[in-house]
């Protein structure tokens, strides 16, 4: 398997061609599939829980889907807050300290 240096060499290498000349001397498709098994591999993310909503939802007795139906919100987005997958913006966060009656620094992690 060739390293990111060689196949970002091989890229450089067609700057200025036609499609059809770069398809020929590298698929894109296989030079982009590369670098990002490259980059998983290289980069490791120390992630930790930024969010408490899961441990709220839990104190006040309520679900992720109650949560998603108030904020009309998908049920699969809410639950990705939930499991810290990714994190609701600050306007979503007001709200859903609101629909709890919670602070917002209740919801976050220290």
Known sequence: MENYTDLTEKYRQCEGESPKNIKRVIPLKNFWEKIIKFAFKSIT??????????????????????????????????????????????????????LLGCEKKELITD
Request: proline share 2%.
């Open 45 to 98: 993310i120390d992630m930790k829980d930024l969010n408490r909503l899961k441990i709220v939802l839990v104190e006040k007795k309520k679900t992720s889907k109650w949560l998603a139906e108030q904020l009309g919100k998908n049920a699969s987005t809410v639950s990705k807050w939930c499991t810290n997958t990714s994190q609701p913006d600050l306007q979503t966060l007001d709200k859903i300290a609101s």
